[in-house]
């Protein structure tokens, strides 16, 4: 069983329109994550979010939007789509820290490359 | 806020030799430190965290990262690697006091070739 999953593996896509990515986690986790992968293979943090509700954004444009419908999902909307949008997104979850010295292991979907055209 | 600087893009290596992959960090916190994986057209594998206690940590695969606190680094080594190993590794860091979420802040990468 896929801990966590990602659809689709590859998007293409042209430049505005607009375009969703998925992400389910079948480990009982509260917190989940979004990362982007640059072309440079650079990871950045985009969003967190902990039991429905968005804990950081990390400067992200608006035109990124992350809807968590119940705590195993956490969907990434993209509007208007830009080239410079073209990136490996990688979906992770972990149980939330519940204490300041506790930390819980993340675990990352496969990823999803997104291509702007 | 943290950082974490991999001074190597690219480590060429033969098979069976040594390896060391270089990672520094930035915090004015106390932090938790990580080595990821990520094989070709893969996803990220952890492959081994400093969280507290001793600072040799042995992790998957025959690595192993030492911290150093007084140089702030954490250096991945392997005694003899194999064809297997060639793939990024990253160096991650995430403070000790977030809670809610342990966001991870990630290196640049370091793109391990072994040669035959």
């Known amino acids: 069983d896929t801990a966590v999953s990602q659809t689709p593996k590859y998007l293409v896509t042209q430049m505005g329109n607009d375009k969703s990515i998925k992400c389910e986690q079948n480990?009982?986790?509260?917190?989940m994550y979004w990362y982007k992968q640059d072309s440079k293979k650079f990871l950045k943090i985009m969003f967190s979010y902990n039991n429905k509700e968005l804990i950081i954004n990390e400067t992200v444009p608006n035109r990124f939007s992350p809807k968590s419908p119940d705590k195993a999902h956490l969907n990434l909307h993209i509007n208007s789509l830009e080239l410079g949008d073209s990136a490996v997104y990688f979906c992770?979850?972990?149980?939330?820290?519940?204490?300041?010295?506790?930390?819980?292991?993340?675990?990352f979907g496969p990823g999803t490359r997104l291509t702007v055209l | 806020a943290q950082s974490v600087t991999q001074l190597d893009s690219q480590v060429p290596v033969f098979e069976e030799a040594p390896v060391e992959l270089r990672c520094n960090y930035s915090?004015?916190?106390?932090?938790?430190l990580f080595w990821y994986v990520q094989y070709p057209n893969q996803g990220l594998q952890l492959l081994l965290k400093y969280l507290s206690g001793s600072t040799l940590v042995k992790g998957i695969n025959g690595f192993e990262a030492e911290f150093n606190k007084s140089q702030t680094s954490f250096h991945l080594r392997k005694p003899s690697v194999h064809i297997s190993d060639t793939a990024e590794y990253f160096c991650a860091v995430t403070s000790k006091y977030q809670t809610g979420a342990n966001n991870l802040f990630f290196g640049t990468g370091t793109r391990l070739t072994v040669i035959p």
């Open positions: 992770a979850s972990s149980q939330v820290p519940i204490a300041a010295v506790l930390y819980n292991e993340q675990f």
């Open positions: 915090s004015s916190v106390s932090v938790y």
């Open positions: 480990l009982g986790h509260d917190t």
